[in-house]
């Protein structure tokens, strides 16, 4: 009973420093999906907005000019996720609306569209690493 009992005492002991050993990545997500974007949250002392870089870069002035550097940068990086062979097949009709709401004159759109398709873009470039990095788990045991 009383190797339990220091056992327990132990355990909570130590749920602090696992809570605090999450990465980066891990509190962002958790933070983006508890709060919503945009949540402050803290990480090693530090403060951070749960914000996507495309995010970041979308909040400009909605002028064509600006769609279309969007529009070239979801270009470029779905043409690098194309090239290692992990390019989302929703990607490419996602830069055909965009480039129509350009068209439009709805910059807005355009802007958020060319947004979600670069980072679906970087989210093929991410699952092509983590495959590269995790191959050995989709081999059967």
Known sequence: MKKALIAAVAALTLVPA??????FDDAFNKAR????????????GSQYAAIHEEEAEANV??????????IDKA????????????????????LKKAEQAKADGDFRKALDLATQAKYHARMGIQQYHYAQSNWQLSVPQ
Do not use: C, P, R
């Not at 696992?18 to 990465?23: C, D, L, P, Y």
């Not at 002035?61 to 969007?70: E, S, V, Y």
């Open 75 to 94: 270009k470029a990086k779905n043409k690098e996720a194309a090239k290692l062979g992990f390019e989302w097949k929703l990607t490419g009709d996602i």
């Open 61 to 70: 002035a909605a002028t064509a000019d600006n769609a279309q550097l969007m």
């Open 33 to 44: 999906a508890m709060y919503g974007k945009g949540h402050v949250f803290e990480w090693q």
């Open 18 to 23: 696992f809570a605090s050993a999450e990465s």
